[in-house]
C-alpha cells in the first residue's frame, strides 16, 4: 500500500471517528460536515471525497457499529448469560462515563423518522441485532437456570434494551437513573447480585 493511500485511509478514519463522537452528543442531524472541516482542520471537499453526501458517512457508522458489535459477541462465546448480562450494562456504563453520550441505538431509534432510506435499513438491522442480543442472553439465562421470570423471553429481552436505552436518556438528568435500572433489571431476572466481570472490552475501535 502507497503512503498516499495510507493517508487517504487515516483521513477517512479521522472523519469517521469524529462523526461518530458529534453523533453521539448532538445526533445525527445535529450536526454538518462544517463541524467535521473546523474540528480537523480540512476543507469540506477532504470530507466529501470520502463521503459525498452525509448519508454515505452515516450508512458507514453504522457499518462500523454492526462490525465492531459482531466482534463483541463473538469474544463473548463462552461466556455464561449472568456475565453476558453484565457487559451489556457495561455498554451503558461506558457510553455515561464518555460525556453523558447516548448509545447509538437510542440515537437511530430517536431519528429514524427523519433518516435517510439507505441508512434506515442498516439502523434497524443494527437495532434489531442488539435487541435479538439481550433476547438470547434472557433466554439462555432461564434455560441454564440462572435467570428466573415472567413472561416470554422475547418481550422481556426487549424490556431489557427498552430500559437501558430510555435510562441512559434520562441518566443526563439523573445520574442515579442507570444504576437504579441495572438493579431492578437484576431483580427482574432474578439475579440477588451482580456477577463480577473484570473483562474490560468494549465495541470501541
Known sequence: MSIGSDSKNDTRKRILDLAEELLLTRGYNGFSYQHISSALGVRNAAIHYHFPKKNDLGVALIQRYRRRFQRFIEQQADWDAARRLESYFGLSDQYYRQDKQICPSGIFSTE??????????????????????????????RDAGQMAYSGAPEAVGMLLFSALQGGLQLARIDEAALPMLKEQARTMLGLAEPIQNNDTRTIEG
Open 112 to 141: 429514524f423518522q427523519t433518516l435517510p432510506d439507505d441508512m434506515r435499513e442498516e439502523a434497524a438491522a443494527f437495532i434489531d441485532e442488539m435487541r435479538q442480543w439481550a433476547v438470547a442472553i434472557v433466554r439462555e439465562g
